[in-house]
């Protein structure tokens, strides 16, 4: 059996393999883009991070939403402990410049 964490529309998630489940000290879903989970493991304390960044074409304030929610999340972890992040940050690769005016940081 596996633990799946899932939040609403965007499907930001985490699925963990059985035996880290009773590792998990703390979930937070954030939004629909971003959460995140505390684990201990071995006596380290490990962050999961799971994000799905607002793609081309969506609204500005979502864009800064979601940057502003995965910051609150990762300027939240102490410094001693381990930080993993998975996320989809619809970021654009290559050469071609496709008008994007702005970068997101």
Same mark, same amino acid.
């Given at each position: 059996?596996? /633990?799946?964490?899932?939040?609403?529309?965007?499907?930001?998630?985490?699925? /963990?393999?059985?035996?880290?489940?009773?590792?998990?000290?703390?979930? *937070?879903? $954030?939004?629909?883009?971003?959460?995140?989970?505390? /684990?201990?493991?071995?006596? $380290?304390?490990?962050?999961?991070?799971?994000?799905?960044?607002?793609?081309?074409?969506?609204? /500005?304030?979502? *864009?800064?939403?979601?940057?502003?929610?995965?910051?609150?999340?990762?300027?939240?972890?102490?410094?001693?402990?381990?930080?993993?992040?998975?996320?989809?940050?619809?970021?654009?690769?290559?050469?071609?410049?496709?008008?994007?005016?702005?970068?997101?940081?």
């Amino acid at each position: 059996m596996e /633990l799946v964490l899932l939040c609403k529309r965007n499907g930001v998630g985490v699925v /963990l393999k059985e035996e880290f489940v009773r590792n998990v000290l703390e979930v *937070k879903r $954030v939004s629909d883009r971003v959460m995140s989970l505390k /684990l201990e493991i071995e006596g $380290v304390m490990l962050n999961v991070v799971s994000g799905y960044a607002p793609q081309v074409g969506c609204e /500005l304030e979502e *864009k800064e939403r979601f940057w502003s929610e995965l910051d609150e999340v990762m300027e939240s972890i102490p410094t001693s402990e381990r930080v993993v992040i998975g996320a989809d940050f619809n970021g654009h690769v290559g050469e071609r410049n496709r008008g994007d005016g702005q970068v997101w940081s």
